[in-house]
């Protein structure tokens, strides 16, 4: 544990990790709606490293802060290049870990980073997980609306899996729930799944909030 800290450390520092990126298409038409920004290392002397291993090292360490402006500024260029190649990429969506959201100036932050580089908040997009968002609701809710004053579309991520209360969840600027896979994945064989996702997506439509699965 502590060798996957001290290369991880290394790899933050020197810029050593890279982006993959997952698109997010809509089902309708077929179209590429946004792509996810996703965090891969494959160390020199470690070889590839699962985001499952040195994902809870960040969080454990308080690494998790410095990789996700990392991670933030790296997906803001990529997008800028894409738009100087013509590439008209509507949406960047990235994910902001519960030590990220806990910290008071991450609006400030991610404006900063923003202005660097040039992109459009309009064009970027955050999930931020059911847990973290629940971990405060009230302190959550300011932070939610000064992420959302900066133009950034923000989704709430693993929805289902936490303890959400309704109440908040309907004080929440949010512009998309993501449910959770755990729900997804045997949607065509348990009936009980089929009626959750079907609730969950009734309910988020009636709240003016769009899905993603």
Request: net charge negative; proline share 3%.
């Amino acid at each position: 544990r502590l060798l996957l800290e001290s290369r991880l450390r290394q790899a933050v520092a020197n810029g050593a990790l890279q982006l993959h990126f997952q698109p997010l298409v809509s089902l309708a038409d077929g179209r590429i709606v946004a792509t996810e920004a996703l965090v891969r290392w494959n160390d020199a002397e470690l070889g590839e490293v699962s985001p499952a291993k040195f994902i809870p090292v960040a969080e454990a360490s308080g690494l998790i802060i410095a990789l996700g402006e990392w991670v933030f500024r790296k997906a803001c260029s990529q997008l800028k290049q894409w738009q100087a190649e013509g590439i008209a990429l509507p949406r960047m969506v990235v994910n902001v870990s519960h030590l990220q959201f806990r910290q008071k100036t991450l609006a400030q932050t991610f404006l900063a980073i923003l202005t660097e580089t040039g992109v459009d908040p309009h064009h970027l997009g955050l999930e931020i997980t059911e847990s973290a968002i629940m971990d405060n609701p009230d302190i959550t809710i300011g932070t939610l609306k000064e992420l959302k004053a900066l133009g950034i579309e923000l989704s709430l991520d693993d929805f289902g899996t936490g303890y959400s209360s309704l109440s908040y969840l309907k004080r929440f600027p949010i512009d998309k729930l993501k449910i959770d896979r755990s729900f997804i994945h045997d949607i065509s064989t348990d009936t009980s799944d089929e009626a959750m996702v079907t609730a969950i997506i009734a309910m988020a439509h009636y709240l003016g909030i769009r899905v993603v699965a």
